[in-house]
T-cell receptor
Framework: DVKVTQSSRYLVKRTGEKVFLECVQD?????MFWYRQDPGLGLRLIYF???????EKGDIPEGYSVSREKKERFSLILESASTNQTSMYLC???????????FGSGTRLTVV | EDKVVQSPLSLVVHEGDTVTLNCSYE??????LLWYKQEKKAPTFLFML????IEKKSGRLSSILDKKELFSILNITATQTGDSAVYLC???????????FGTGTRLKVLA
C-alpha cells in the first residue's frame, strides 16, 4: 500500500524553538508539498519541491524553510516557532506529469 | 488572483437526505479539479474532473464540472453517518501540478 508518512501526529513546542516536521513517501514521487490547514482558511501551500534539492515558495512561506536532500523525504523547518504557527500541517506527494495528491495523515502542531 | 470558493461552509442533515456541495473557482488556465473527503486524518481522494459535463460516480457520490460557468458540484444521495466529514475542493492552474484548495464544507449527518 503506497504511503506518505508524517513522523508525528501531535507535537507541542515552545515559542522560539526550532521545529522539524518530517515527511517520507515510498512511491518514488517527484513532487512533494507542504500545506497548513486552519479553520476558515482551508489548506494553504507553504513550500513545494519538484525534485531533489529543488524548492519553491508557495503562498505563505514566511517563517518556514524546507529541505529535500533525498527524493523520498521532504522536511519542513520552523526556524523559530511562534504561536501563530499553531496549525495542522499536511504533506502531500504526486508523480511527475500526473495530477492529484496523496496526503500524509497530518501533524497537529501546537506552539505554546 | 486564483481562488476557490466552497459553499456552504457547513451543513447538518439527517440520514437518508441528499446533499449538494458547491465549488466555484477562478484560476488561470484551469487543468483539473479534485474532490477529497477528510475525516480525522489525511484527505482521501474522491474524484478528478477535467472535462465539462461528464459525471463521475462512485456509489452514492457523484460529481460534475461546468467549465463554462466555472463550478463543480458534489452530490451525496441517501446520506449515512459515515459521510460526516469535511469535503475539500481543489483546482489546478494549468501545468503547475500544485492545487489551490477551498475552505471545505463540513458535513454532519445525524442518525
Amino acid at each position: 500500500d503506497v504511503k506518505v508518512t508524517q513522523s508525528s501526529r501531535y507535537l507541542v513546542k515552545r515559542t522560539g524553538e526550532k521545529v522539524f516536521l518530517e515527511c517520507v513517501q515510498d512511491m518514488d514521487h517527484e513532487n512533494m508539498f507542504w500545506y497548513r490547514q486552519d479553520p476558515g482558511l482551508g489548506l494553504r501551500l507553504i513550500y513545494f519541491s519538484y525534485d531533489v534539492k529543488m524548492k519553491e515558495k508557495g503562498d505563505i512561506p514566511e517563517g518556514y524553510s524546507v529541505s529535500r536532500e533525498k527524493k523520498e523525504r521532504f522536511s519542513l523547518i520552523l526556524e523559530s516557532a511562534s504561536t501563530n504557527q499553531t496549525s495542522m500541517y499536511l504533506c502531500a506527494s504526486s508523480p511527475l506529469g500526473r495530477v492529484g495528491y496523496t496526503f500524509g495523515s497530518g501533524t497537529r502542531l501546537t506552539v505554546v | 488572483e486564483d481562488k476557490v470558493v466552497q459553499s456552504p461552509l457547513s451543513l447538518v442533515v439527517h440520514e437518508g437526505d441528499t446533499v449538494t456541495l458547491n465549488c466555484s473557482y477562478e484560476v488561470t488556465n484551469f487543468r483539473s479539479l479534485l474532490w477529497y473527503k477528510q475525516e480525522k486524518k489525511a484527505p482521501t481522494f474522491l474524484f478528478m474532473l477535467t472535462s465539462s459535463g461528464i459525471e463521475k460516480k462512485s456509489g452514492r457520490l457523484s460529481s460534475i464540472l461546468d467549465k463554462k460557468e466555472l463550478f463543480s458540484i458534489l452530490n451525496i444521495t441517501a446520506t449515512q453517518t459515515g459521510d460526516s466529514a469535511v469535503y475539500l475542493c481543489a483546482v489546478e492552474p494549468g501545468g503547475t501540478y500544485k492545487y489551490i484548495f477551498g475552505t471545505g464544507t463540513r458535513l454532519k449527518v445525524l442518525a
